[in-house]
């Protein structure tokens, strides 16, 4: 357990340092200013649409800071030490996404929604979508965990990246959306934050053991 | 099948694409195949 | 089964059975074109467009089945390390990928004449699209890795966490239309069809079936040779 714990303090510290999150807070920014370019200053369509940006940002944001999760510690050979630990390895992946989610996701997800006050977002609906968006990045950081050790051995695996988690990430999407929008009422919201909690539960499961699964076939 | 019925264009370009495709995926498959094992036979 | 490891005993009695497959999925799709080109009945509704639905339905349905045989082909991999399953989740992978495409294709043919749109986000094509992406994931994983052992080991995790991941987008996206489901319903010819548009709609769905057999058995004959080629190969390199 102290292992687990030292790995993460060890991430939150080069997650903190290495400014993985600077990377997404830019990219989020530079994808603010192209939707209105690209599709017209109308304020009425911008603020039907701003919560459907947000979350798109948030989603490819996370996807673009997938591959620190595991790449340095496979190139430099500290991953291999670390399957050879007492420890199970599915924990310490669990770990490393964990601080992923910590040091990249979860700040997104509380500094997104006031940027979308950029799109004319109604500001009454800030509220749900910042607890939708803080539920929903820990299964984002998850599945990236997945996308990353599936791709830890590649030199340019990023494009592959997104064909793979993409289609991983459209539940969560989807049903993080019908919570940012489903207004304040008990019996409309309650529905979609329980699919995302479940989805984020199963993610949960499923993220460390095939990362783990997966990363041990390139450490092999 | 009427084919002077409006839209019967619709259901050709349907069969014609489902044909092109099966095809297709036949003669690739069994080129390679064929390929294959007469380069196996040739180097064993 | 055990005796069906050995790629050996695959490839002989795969030579020995595809004429018969062959054979049969000829047979198969005459009597099904027939059956829906020539005696089916045009729909009440929809007219001669109707017809599509002999070459999409069959299309999709082989596309879901084909990515379901894939993930238990993987998971025979990494459990059992069975040598021949990779190879069979790999060489089915084109397949399915040909039958997903030809799907949404014919479905968006049937879908201009049919809702006047050449694309619809109903829950059906969606999935059907989100399949197509984990189809080229899975072929795209395969070729990014060099080593072949590796590459099997990760395309099997890849498929099998994709396999976890349709019912759940199915469930999410047909939830998803239903919150925005426009004033029209964009419903497939119901669910009670009618028994002479049944019987066609069977047998191409077999011949479909038929087919995807001889082929499967083509390209992991075919797989299974590519892999003896470069062993020898390698071998050669090795020995000078």
Same mark, same amino acid.
């Given at each position: 357990? *102290?292992?687990?714990?030292?790995?993460?303090?060890?991430?939150?510290r080069l997650g903190a340092r290495q400014g993985g999150l600077g990377t997404a807070i830019g990219f989020l920014l530079a994808l603010i200013v192209l939707v209105p370019l690209s599709l017209g200053p109308d304020l009425a369509l911008l603020s039907r649409i701003a919560p459907g940006i947000m979350w798109l940002g948030l989603l490819l944001a996370v996807l673009l800071t997938s591959e620190q999760i595991f790449q340095q510690d496979f190139e430099d050979g500290s991953l291999d030490l670390m399957t050879m630990t007492a420890t199970p390895f599915e924990l310490i992946v669990l770990a490393k996404a964990f601080s992923h989610w910590i040091t990249v *996701?979860?700040?997104?997800?509380?500094?997104?929604?006031?940027?979308?006050?950029?799109?004319?977002?109604?500001?009454?609906?800030?509220?749900?979508?910042?607890?939708?968006?803080?539920?929903?990045?820990?299964?984002? *950081?998850?599945?990236?965990?997945?996308?990353?050790?599936?791709?830890a051995g590649l030199r340019r695996g990023s494009l592959l990246v997104s064909l793979v988690i993409l289609p991983l990430y459209v539940p969560v999407l989807i049903f993080g959306i019908a919570a940012s929008t489903s207004g304040l009422a008990p019996e409309t919201a309650l529905p979609s934050f329980l699919v995302l909690l479940a989805i984020t539960l199963v993610t949960l499961v499923i993220s460390p053991l095939a990362s783990a699964a997966a990363l041990k076939a390139y450490l092999r | 099948m009427d084919w002077s019925a409006p839209h019967a264009g619709f259901v050709a370009a349907a069969y014609a694409a489902s044909a092109i495709g099966i095809l297709g995926l036949i003669i690739w498959l069994v080129r390679r195949d064929i390929s294959a094992r007469k380069q196996e036979d040739h180097i064993g | 089964?055990?005796?069906?490891?050995?790629?050996? @005993?695959?490839?002989?009695?795969?030579?020995? @059975?595809?004429?018969? @497959?062959?054979?049969?999925?000829?047979?198969?799709?005459?009597?099904g074109l027939y059956g829906a080109l020539v005696t089916s009945p045009p729909d009440y509704q929809q007219g001669e467009t109707v017809r599509i639905m002999y070459v999409h339905v069959p299309a999709s349905w082989l596309a879901l089945m084909i990515y379901s045989l894939m993930a238990?082909?993987?998971?025979?991999?990494?459990?059992?390390?069975?040598?021949?399953?990779?190879a069979a989740a790999k060489s089915a992978a084109p397949i399915g990928a040909v039958f997903c495409?030809?799907?949404?294709?014919?479905?968006?043919?049937w879908g201009k004449p049919m809702w006047g749109t050449w694309w619809v986000w109903d829950a059906r094509l969606t999935s059907m699209f989100v399949l197509m992406l984990l189809y080229l994931g899975y072929m795209a994983i395969w070729r990014a890795i060099d080593d072949p052992h590796r590459a099997a080991s990760i395309a099997a995790i890849v498929a099998l966490v994709g396999a976890i991941n349709v019912p759940i987008v199915k469930y999410s996206v047909d939830w998803w239309n239903t919150l925005h489901q426009p004033a029209s319903v964009f419903r497939m010819s119901g669910s009670t069809i009618d028994k002479s548009m049944l019987w066609p709609l069977l047998v191409m769905a077999l011949a479909y079936t038929m087919l995807f057999v001889a082929l499967l058995l083509v390209a992991l004959r075919g797989e299974i040779a590519l892999r003896k080629l470069r062993s020898k190969r390698l071998a050669e390199v090795r020995s000078k």
């Open positions: 357990m *102290s292992a687990v714990r030292a790995i993460i303090a060890r991430d939150l *996701s979860l700040p997104l997800a509380v500094l997104a929604p006031p940027l979308g006050l950029m799109l004319n977002i109604n500001i009454a609906q800030v509220p749900m979508i910042w607890v939708a968006m803080i539920l929903g990045s820990f299964a984002l *950081s998850m599945l990236a965990a997945i996308g990353g050790a599936v791709t | - | 089964m055990q005796k069906y490891a050995n790629p050996h @005993v695959f490839v002989k009695l795969a030579s020995v @059975v595809l004429p018969y @497959v062959w054979a049969l999925t000829a047979i198969l799709f005459a009597i238990v082909f993987s998971a025979i991999a990494l459990i059992f390390r069975h040598p021949l399953a990779d495409f030809l799907a949404l294709f014919t479905g968006s043919v």
